[in-house]
């Protein structure tokens, strides 16, 4: 293979790596497997890769970014809580929908993790990951709306993983996409109701 940039020879081989877990398994994502699925050789992995957890951890990075630039795409700005809340339980679904093994991976990888001595941060990172990267979106949909949220936004960033973790563990299971899109809008209406009306300023009389 032509010498490329370590930061691209990074992103083929993530790339490669989700789909040898996919297929086979966290189990079946040696090195190897994912350098042979990207037409590499061993000394490339280990030229852009410290480790094997190492490029783990970047690959959950890499699926939870992609999750969040999907949301962002479609919330437009300005728009009630409500509304902002419907759109990214929808895209996030769209998201899921369009390619379910980046899914299957991230559950792979979430019980590989817990189930292997050392690598229990793993698991844990994935969710900070994912709490953080909501907490950023739901802060971002109450400014813009001019409104607060009435208990900690990571709480509520909280109660929206679960409920997204449950959908899509359910529609994984039965792809039932109608009742998926019936239970995120039961779970958009219940997180929209943590939402109060910003105070008005007050003047300062002179």
């Known amino acids: 293979m032509a010498r490329i940039p370590s930061s691209e020879r990074r992103a083929l081989l993530i790339r490669a790596a989700l789909r040898v877990i996919a297929r086979h398994g966290v ?23 410290r480790s094997h957890s190492e490029m783990m951890t970047e690959l959950i990075q890499y699926v939870v970014a992609g999750q969040t630039a999907a ?29 379910p093994g980046h899914e299957q991976v991230m559950q792979e990888l979430l019980q590989y993790a817990l189930r292997t001595p050392g690598l229990e ?27 607060e949220w009435s208990i900690p936004v990571d709480e509520v960033a909280r109660l929206v993983v679960t409920i997204t973790d449950g959908v899509t563990l359910g529609w994984l299971a039965d792809r039932d996409t109608e ?13 929209a109701r943590l939402i109060v009306t910003s105070p008005p300023t007050e003047g300062i009389a002179v």
Do not use: C, K, W
């Open 27 to 49: 189990s079946g994502a040696t090195t190897r497997a994912i350098v042979a699925e990207a037409d590499m050789s061993l000394a490339s992995f280990h030229y852009a890769f």
């Open 71 to 99: 949301v962002i795409a479609v919330v437009p700005s300005g728009t009630d809580v409500r509304s902002a809340l419907t759109a990214g339980f929808d895209a996030f679904l769209n998201y899921v929908i369009g390619d």
């Open 121 to 147: 941060e793993l698991a844990r990172d994935q969710y900070d990951r994912y709490r953080s990267a909501v907490s950023g979106l739901l802060r971002d949909a109450a400014a813009s709306a001019g409104v």
């Open 179 to 191: 009742g998926a899109r019936r239970t995120l809008t039961f779970g958009a209406d219940a997180v």
